[in-house]
């Protein structure tokens, strides 16, 4: 069983930025990939970005967003000039394969709220 914990989330001004964290604990040298996902009220989750956690380049969705990691399976989320629609809640996600369908990934976090202000 793997475990993510996000963390850094909060309210932020609009043209500002915000580091969100996602550490993975257990059984994680069965998962190769950690990703992120933001689901705003009212609307249906969407992916945001993702990258193996053995190597490889990330794959962000959008280029004000920018996804790394470091070699304590910890990922993170860059997230630059955000606007009001970037508020939600986002979610740290790991799986066995790189995709933007969430339902790949098998371990999910509990949520962190990023509110961009106006």
């Known amino acids: 069983q793997v475990h993510v914990v996000e963390s850094g989330g909060g309210l932020v001004q609009a043209g500002g930025s915000l580091s969100l964290s996602c550490a993975a604990s257990?059984?994680?040298?069965?998962?190769?990939?950690m990703g992120w996902f933001r689901q705003a009220p009212g609307k249906e989750r969407e992916f945001v970005g993702a990258m193996s956690m053995s190597g490889g380049e990330p794959y962000n969705t959008d280029s004000r967003f920018a996804v790394s990691r470091d070699n304590d399976n910890t990922i993170y989320l860059q997230m630059n000039s955000l606007k009001p629609d970037d508020t939600a809640v986002y979610y740290c996600?790991?799986?066995?394969?790189?995709?933007?369908?969430?339902?790949?990934?098998?371990?999910w976090g509990q949520g962190t709220q990023v509110t961009v202000s106006s």
């Open positions: 996600a790991a799986g066995p394969r790189l995709s933007t369908d969430q339902r790949r990934y098998t371990s």
């Open positions: 257990g059984r994680t040298s069965s998962h190769y990939v």
